[in-house]
């Protein structure tokens, strides 16, 4: 790793668990949902996996439902994440120091959400830090750029930008594997929801436990 700080001129950072920790949020609303159709699930633990991925495949994946059944779940959080588990979010110690400091080098900043876009802007607005991004990229309400390798690629086409001065911060392997599949480096984080064996198994450029290592990193 250099010494002098990585300088890369684009920094896209993922939101859940890079930025913010949404544990209690998205848990919630997951329980919520589940309940609604008539699964009882009492450990929110047990669903920190949501955090991150595409919502829908997860819980086709989780619980085997069809695809409408699975859209029915998604509705069903989404009912319940826009009027309260939006907020019960906090920002992660560091990160506002962090967005400042890249921004003063003159750095341009992107988040990368497989969120939905208007749920990522209204958080990164109530929790103060829409300002240091240039554009907030999440997915369409309908699905559309959920998956990171579509959402990557639209981000740098859109913003017409060189994947070789543009660097992809995420805690999960979907960041990762988004990132090489658009020829970008990709920094694992290892503060957020992604085990190490998952982080390490995709093979990123860089890998920081800590905010305060990726800071260093990134500043020098």
């Not at 509705?75 to 906090?90: D, I, M, Q, T, W």
């Not at 341009?108 to 990229?137: C, G, M, N, W």
Request: aromatic fraction near 10%; charged fraction near 20%.
């Amino acid at each position: 790793m250099l010494g002098h700080g990585l300088h890369y001129q684009n920094i896209l950072f993922d939101l859940d668990g890079t930025l913010t920790d949404p544990r209690e949020g998205i848990t919630r609303s997951v329980q919520y949902a589940l309940a609604q159709l008539g699964i009882d699930e009492p450990d929110l633990q047990a669903l920190e996996h949501f955090i991150g991925p595409p919502l829908l495949q997860c819980f086709m994946h989780s619980y085997h439902f069809d695809e409408a059944t699975a859209w029915q779940a998604v509705n069903h959080y989404r009912a319940r994440f826009k009027v309260s588990g939006l907020y019960e979010n906090r920002v992660f110690e560091g990160v506002e120091a962090l967005l400042s400091a890249l921004g003063e080098q003159g750095r341009t900043l992107y988040i990368a959400t497989s969120k939905p876009t208007v749920f990522a802007e209204q958080i990164a607005r109530h929790f103060d830090f829409a300002r240091h991004f240039k554009v907030i990229y999440g997915s369409e309400l309908d699905g559309t750029r959920t998956d990171k390798v579509e959402l990557i690629h639209y981000l740098l086409q859109q913003e017409g930008l060189e994947p070789a001065q543009s660097l992809m911060i995420g805690d999960r392997k979907h960041d990762l594997i988004g990132a090489r599949r658009n020829g970008l480096h990709a920094a694992a984080v290892g503060y957020g929801f992604g085990s190490i064996e998952e982080l390490q198994g995709e093979a990123p450029t860089y890998h920081f436990q800590t905010l305060a290592e990726l800071h260093q990193a990134l500043l020098g």
